[in-house]
């Protein structure tokens, strides 16, 4: 029992550091991506301006749903099942996969509902929308990470990290790694983590919002960020698998804030959406038929290589 | 998608740059030449006294009628400025009154960093008009 | 509260005048006023300081009370330009501004048609108290 409680503490205390560090990149980054300063007020280039905004949102009150709640229970769920290292994992279970896609899409659904908080008047019909091009960049993903498991032969987070000692899955499968890349830069970018959501309604509001409910959504589309980078490491990149001498928890943290900059760069090169039917576009013509192609290619493989010994 | 390639290293780029601004309370910027400030009564440098001696033909051409001049007769018939007020409220800084004023008397500073708490400290008195005589740039 | 209130604060600009494009000129990477954690933002209820600017008509002043109205305290208002300081050449009758001007209280005047981007910054940084130097 106390060795669970430690590990929830440890587990907590990780991700409340990393969204303090990457709020603070996140902010300090797109000031210099504009040739702009950014924040510096309270000394020390602006170390304190994530708590600053955090007290500044608590500090005026507006009424909150019932569904901030289930956004953050659900957030922080989501960490029970998928590792961050090799010890810090609560419960394991042989289809932590499967697991973690589910409390990820009902994640994503929550958030939808959560949508009606402003007093905008098509809210549910214009975020249903986004909502549902969010979830159609899944299907890409999916079919990627079916390939990924038909090579592994598990549906265990741990196991298909313990079977990447050898190379990563990179190597293995580059177009799958492209095409998962892609489909969680774009998520990324209809959350929204720099400058305005786009899945809030409304053409302005969607970085606006005050009290504990608009906190609670910053940090579950945090965690939702940070749940599709930690499983892009642990499908593709080798997770906390180390090189060397490099211990493979200093490994995690580089590739992590890695690829969070590159998703900040992209986001910033790519600017502002303004026809939704391009990311459809992109979707069902793009990243579809390549991870389809992808899987077909490893599925005929496999089936070349175990059930008929032809390679 | 090579446009994207392309905005991909600029922005990369641009961490690296120095950023433009320009830090506020430090440095300083420096507005072009002829920009419009608040209006300086000008000083003759040898007696020290006003320049202008109150005829009104600012007054006459201002189109917000922002200024009000009041003139008082001396002995041996001289005329001398008594009161000269200047209302930043309605003040646009065209510059008008600086091109038909035939003494030359008043030009525009460069002192454009106005803001009062109170709407009645925008009157600005003679007294205050005459002050920014020293300072030919108004800089940050 | 008042430490909260200074490094984070939260501009509505409303008006149809020329000012506005003086004041979005600040958030510029010239200019850059998101260094003292000044935010611009769309919605009243988020709001601390509302900028009025320009030139009203009756239904105009209307909305910019209910905009005020909608606010939360602690709240304040900023008068940019002689629109609204005074009657000007759009403004010819200032009785519907000093309508406006018995209702609420103007905390900060900026004149000036339209005042530069540094007095604008020079106003926030006088409101909030910040040292010049």
């Known amino acids: ?311 | 998608m090579l446009r994207l390639i392309k905005n991909f290293f600029i922005v990369f780029g641009n961490i690296f740059r120095k950023p433009h601004t320009i830090i506020y309370p430090r440095e300083r910027i420096i507005i072009p030449d002829g920009s419009r400030g608040v209006l300086h009564l000008k000083v003759d440098p040898d007696s020290l006294e006003i320049i202008c001696k109150g005829c009104g033909l600012c007054k006459i051409i201002c189109s917000q009628g922002c200024i009000t001049v009041q003139k008082r007769a001396e002995d041996k018939g001289r005329e001398v400025l008594d009161e000269f007020c200047l209302d930043l409220s309605k003040c646009i800084f065209c510059g008008n009154c600086v091109e038909f004023c035939k003494m030359n008397a008043i030009d525009m500073s460069y002192k454009y960093q106005l803001a009062e708490f109170d709407k009645k400290n925008l009157k600005l008195e003679k007294t205050e008009l005459v002050k920014p005589s020293g300072t030919i740039r108004d800089f940050w | 509260m008042s430490f909260l209130i200074k490094s984070n604060f939260n501009i509505l600009v409303t008006g149809f005048g020329c000012c506005k494009q003086e004041i979005f000129a600040t958030q510029c990477s010239l200019y850059d006023i998101q260094r003292f954690g000044v935010n611009f933002v769309s919605v009243p209820e988020d709001a601390d300081i509302l900028v009025v600017q320009g030139f009203y008509n009756k239904k105009g002043i209307i909305r910019i009370l209910n905009i005020y109205d909608r606010m939360k305290n602690p709240k304040g208002i900023i008068a940019v330009g002689s629109c609204v300081l005074n009657e000007n050449l759009f403004n010819p009758g200032s009785e519907l501004v000093s309508q406006f001007r018995n209702r609420v209280i103007i905390n900060m005047h900026i004149p000036g048609c339209p005042p530069r981007p540094e007095a604008f910054i020079y106003a926030i940084l006088k409101f909030l108290g910040i040292s010049m130097q």
């Open chain 1, 1 to 311: 029992m106390l060795i669970i409680l430690k590990k929830v503490f440890f587990i907590l205390a990780i991700l409340l550091v990393n969204v303090y560090i990457c709020e603070y990149i996140n902010n300090k980054l797109t000031a210099r991506m504009d040739l702009r300063r950014g924040y510096k007020i309270s000394g020390a280039k602006g170390i304190g301006f994530p708590l600053v905004r955090f007290f500044k949102y608590i500090s005026r009150s507006e009424k909150t749903n019932i569904w901030t709640f289930f956004i953050f229970l659900f957030s922080l769920l989501i960490w029970g099942v998928v590792p961050i290292t090799a010890n810090l994992i609560l419960i394991e279970m042989d289809y932590s996969l499967l697991v973690a896609l589910t409390f990820y899409i009902i994640l994503i659904i929550l958030l939808f509902f959560n949508s009606g908080r402003t007093s905008y008047s098509d809210a549910y019909s214009e975020s249903g929308k986004k909502v549902l091009i969010l979830l159609s960049f899944l299907i890409p993903a999916l079919f990627s990470i079916a390939s990924i498991v038909l090579i592994n032969k598990t549906l265990s987070l741990k196991e298909i990290v313990n079977s990447q000692h050898q190379y990563w899955n990179i190597i293995l499968q580059p177009l799958g790694f492209m095409t998962f890349f892609i489909s969680i830069f774009l998520q990324f970018k209809l959350l929204g983590i720099r400058g305005k959501s786009y899945l809030s309604p409304g053409a302005n509001i969607g970085k606006e919002g005050t009290g504990l409910g608009k906190i609670i959504e910053k940090f579950s589309i945090y965690m939702i960020v940070f749940f599709l980078i930690i499983i892009l490491n642990i499908l593709y990149l080798g997770g906390w698998q180390g090189i060397y001498i490099i211990r493979g928890e200093i490994m995690l943290a580089v590739k992590f804030y890695i690829i969070f900059v590159i998703l900040l760069l992209m986001d910033k090169s790519l600017g502002r959406i303004d026809s939704y039917s391009m990311l459809i576009r992109i979707n069902w013509k793009f990243l579809i038929p390549v991870s389809l192609v992808n899987f077909i290619v490893t599925f005929g493989f496999l089936i070349a290589r175990d059930v008929y010994n032809l390679i």
